[in-house]
């Protein structure tokens, strides 16, 4: 497996690669376009060999770290190709966001660049299709390369480069697997061509799965230097959300940070939209001037935070990992976490946002006992590999006090923290390398914490084992059934004898048994078995087979009264079958109410009206402009389609 690095750093330097000549390299093929069409004097370290080989027509795996450049490793050759006229180069990204970033940015330095992806209406996808080999680089993502028309379309196209962004999601063992990625591999069959692939958080073994999926044949290996000096990193440890919360706000005023974008931004991130919306709110009770950033928002809403934030009109932004890939704003000076993140690839990716000018900037991480909880339903009950293997290094980084920069080269270097570091081998500026006793302390006050607390909960549950219904409880647990209109599963039944507030007993509406609560002192586990006893006696019976439920002998169950019957909508067909369904769909897609996509108003006034012109159809009560450049053509296509 191959572990070579272009430029490893002072930390782990003996882990670089051996030149592969003693003599001075010639100066580079894409040198010219380098200063040219992006601006910059020179390479930085790795660039030059990534760009050489791929317009060489060699494989290229590129793994430089957040900030360090890989988009102008196949940026540089693509434009170089296309003015020698051999094809476009074909880039895959994850993100459609990342996509117009990109080719926004191409356009405005003069590059032919185009995006193929869900955001595009009919007729500008039909458009672009229609020119796909006039383009220096065309974007897509890895759904969009699944289906085999398109795969065509890039063959008739004469594609001569195809480069795929954010690898490691190819891996089950990288931190953002994505199924679509496994079909990537099939691009090297249909277009022959040189591949690139690229990311910035993967360790050798995600590496040593992305060539095998992509078929890379003896890839020129290029590895960045994962040391960032610049970046004081940090691990704290709190019992609880609150405490964090407050911890932000001490660090946002011991910098001065927050209130005057000029000094800087901000990036806090938490690993759920409910503890995003949270920390954003106090944070602005507390006078900070932050926003916030998660996918459950729209689209406008996510597009309107990003912008202000790039503006400058917000210095915080509180987000979830929605955001950030394929920012590139200099003056991040502090990244905090107030959850850890998934897995230690993660942390380093979003970590890095900050000090990407090089000045100092701080990396702070939050970390709390709940933590593990939060992960542990974010993954669900069959995660993948990678990510239980990246949440343990999370897990060993939050509670190590080995030099934080030595431990993050190891790992994407060989795959494993070290269990210590060598004087040689610390940078500096973390906590460990600054107050090592303090870090220490602070790290076995939170170990103690935690096995403190799983001795009250073994105890606890001890206890709680040990509890036994008498006949008078037993004979509250029959009425609440008794009082039921229909029956509900044991686990159900013991919370309603508790009183719980969970939301699926308010679906249940078991707030309105006169029993509720009746035994809300009695343990939940002592109520389970009480009901298990209650079943093997024939007081309860069990109802269903595959999801068991409560219910009394010989007791009916009573329809529940609805009154009057709910009118059905006529069956419809044609145009407004079509429009809803239209609808539907859009708003499936975008995350949107169907209404925001468009109301009952104007669909009805549009099967009555029969537009077959964008002036005819922009006339109509409720459309707008902004409605007519998003769904104007496939709503025109409707009409056409669908004649009275």
Not at 342 to 349: F, G, K, N, P
Request: hydrophobic share 40%.
């Amino acid at each position: 497996m191959s572990r070579a690095a272009s430029d490893l750093g002072p930390l782990f330097s003996g882990l670089s690669a051996p030149a592969a000549s003693e003599e001075a390299p010639a100066p580079s093929t894409g040198q010219p376009i380098l200063r040219s069409v992006f601006g910059h004097d020179a390479f930085r370290p790795g660039q030059d060999r990534a760009v050489r080989a791929f317009i060489e027509g060699r494989d290229v795996e590129v793994v430089l770290p957040t900030g360090g450049g890989k988009s102008v490793c196949y940026q540089v050759p693509a434009v170089h190709l296309a003015r020698s006229g051999a094809g476009p180069t074909l880039v895959v990204s994850p993100l459609v966001a990342l996509m117009q970033d990109q080719v926004a940015a191409l356009r405005r330095r003069g590059v032919r660049a185009a995006a193929l992806h869900r955001a595009l209406d009919h007729a500008e996808r039909r458009r672009v299709e229609g020119t796909l080999g006039e383009h220096a680089l065309i974007y897509a993502s890895p759904e969009r390369l699944a289906g085999t028309r398109f795969r065509r379309q890039l063959a008739k196209a004469s594609v001569s480069r195809v480069a795929i962004d954010e690898a490691h999601c190819i891996s089950e063992w990288g931190h953002d697997f994505r199924k679509d990625y496994l079909t990537l591999g099939a691009l090297k069959e249909v277009l022959g061509v040189p591949t690139m692939a690229l990311t910035a958080t993967a360790t050798p073994r995600v590496m040593e799965e992305v060539r095998q999926s992509l078929s890379l044949e003896d890839p020129v290996s290029v590895w960045g230097s994962f040391d960032r000096p610049n970046l004081h990193l940090s691990v704290e440890h709190h019992r609880g959300d609150n405490a964090r919360t407050r911890r932000v706000a001490e660090l946002l005023r011991a910098q001065e940070l927050g209130r005057d974008p000029a000094r800087g931004r901000v990036v806090i991130y938490a690993a759920t939209r409910k503890r995003v919306r949270a920390v954003s709110d106090a944070l602005r009770k507390e006078g900070f001037k932050a926003g916030y950033y998660h996918a459950g928002r729209t689209t406008g809403a996510r597009e309107r935070a990003q912008r202000r934030f790039e503006s400058g009109d917000l210095a915080v932004l509180v987000a979830t990992t929605a955001f950030g890939m394929g920012i590139d704003l200099p003056d991040v000076r502090m990244v905090v976490h107030v959850q850890a993140p998934s897995t230690l690839e993660a942390y380093y990716q979003q970590a890095g946002r900050a000090g990407r000018d090089g000045e100092p900037s701080s990396c702070v991480l939050l970390y709390a006992p709940g933590d593990s909880r939060t992960q542990n339903q974010l993954m669900g009950a069959s995660p993948n590999p990678g990510v239980e293997n990246g949440w343990r290094a999370m897990q060993d980084y939050a509670y190590g006090t080995v030099c934080r920069q030595a431990a993050l080269v190891s790992w994407f270097t060989l795959g494993g923290l070290p269990e210590a570091a060598p004087d040689e081998q610390t940078c500096g500026t973390c906590d460990v390398c600054t107050d090592l006793p303090s870090v220490r302390t602070a790290v076995q006050t939170a170990r103690s914490s935690l096995r403190q607390a799983a001795e009250a909960r073994e105890a606890k549950r001890r206890a709680d084992s040990a509890v036994s219904l008498t006949e008078a409880q037993q004979a509250l647990v029959v009425s609440f059934v008794d009082a039921l209109r229909k029956p509900i599963g044991r686990t159900a039944l013991a919370l309603g004898l508790r009183g719980s507030k969970a939301k699926r007993l308010k679906r249940l509406r078991l707030q309105s048994n006169p029993h509720f609560g009746a035994l809300k002192s009695v343990p939940e586990v002592a109520l389970v078995r009480g009901i298990d006893q209650l079943l093997e006696c024939g007081r309860l019976v069990r109802k269903g087979r595959k999801y068991p439920t409560v219910w009394l002998p010989d007791k009916r169950v009573r329809p529940r009264s609805t009154g009057a019957p709910k009118a059905k909508r006529p069956a419809e067909r044609g145009l407004p079958a079509a429009l809803r369904s239209f609808r539907s769909k859009e708003a499936r897609r975008r995350r949107w109410r169907p209404f925001q996509v468009f109301p009952d108003k104007l669909l009805r006034a549009i099967v009555e009206e029969r537009p077959a012109t964008p002036a005819e159809l922009l006339a109509l009560p409720g459309m707008g402009s902004a409605r007519m450049a998003k769904f104007g053509s496939q709503l025109l296509e409707l009409v056409r389609d669908n004649p009275a």
